[in-house]
């Protein structure tokens, strides 16, 4: 019922105020980043039963259990997620990002980037799995891409950065094409070209527009 009520609701909607809502969802986009999450291909281990005994006896005084395999300033919750293999749920680490907004600084360092990649859309119209295969040889870059929109701060300008050779290599273990194409699209969008361009169009104006005749006095 729900369903055809929004859809009823959708073909109501005028091309203008679709692309109303459209604008505002990239604005909150821009403004506010956004949110995801990776699985992590890590075993969840067990508490040890010393500290699953403490915690039982002395509830007032329990003490919270971190697996050493996750570090400390990762942000990970351990949740049901399906299994392919098992055709069941089963726990797993997800680890949680936020890409805020993006500077200036991060911007020119991810155009940088794209600039490494060759793309020939004609080429993929006449041989998409030739092309398609050799693209893939842009993972690093693709990965490196999103470990310095993920970091978003002045120390993704040194191409030696450990944090972001660290979150490159973990990227490029736990992401998927999937993944990937949709942090891919949510950097695209925070980079906000329209915005960048409509700045530059102000600044010409204002170097362009010719100041008014002064007024001859009589």
């Known amino acids: 019922m729900e369903d055809q009520e929004s859809k009823k609701v959708n073909e109501e909607l005028t091309q ?5 809502i459209e604008q505002k969802a990239i604005d909150a986009l821009i403004n506010m980043g956004v949110r995801f999450s ?5 075993q969840p281990r067990k508490a040890p039963k010393r500290l699953i005994w403490w915690n039982k ?35 797993t680490y997800v680890r949680h990002f936020h890409v805020k907004p993006l500077y200036l600084g991060t911007i020119d360092a991810v155009r940088r ?13 006449k041989e998409p799995i030739q092309e398609t295969k050799r693209l893939f040889k842009y993972i690093p870059v693709m990965a490196e891409i999103a470990a310095i929109a ?17 979150l490159k290599e973990f990227l490029i273990a736990h992401l998927t094409v999937h993944r990937l194409a ?4 949510m950097i695209s969008t925070m ?3 329209g915005g960048f361009t409509n700045s ?6 204002i170097g362009t527009t010719k100041p008014k005749a002064d007024l001859v006095e009589e």
């Open 200 to 205: 530059i169009r102000s600044i010409l104006e």
């Open 113 to 125: 980037l794209y600039l490494q990649i060759e793309f020939d859309e004609g080429n993929i119209e």
């Open 57 to 91: 006896h002395f509830p007032n005084r329990a003490k919270a259990w971190n697996d050493p395999q996750i570090p400390k300033d990762w942000n990970v919750t351990l949740e049901d997620l399906p299994d392919a293999d098992l055709g069941t749920t089963r726990k």
């Open 182 to 185: 949709k942090l891919a699209a």
């Open 150 to 166: 993920i970091i978003n701060n002045p120390e993704v300008a040194n191409p030696l950065s450990k944090e972001v050779k660290d």
């Open 191 to 193: 980079m906000n070209p």
């Open 38 to 42: 990776v699985p992590l291909r890590i």
């Open 16 to 20: 203008e105020q679709r692309l109303e």
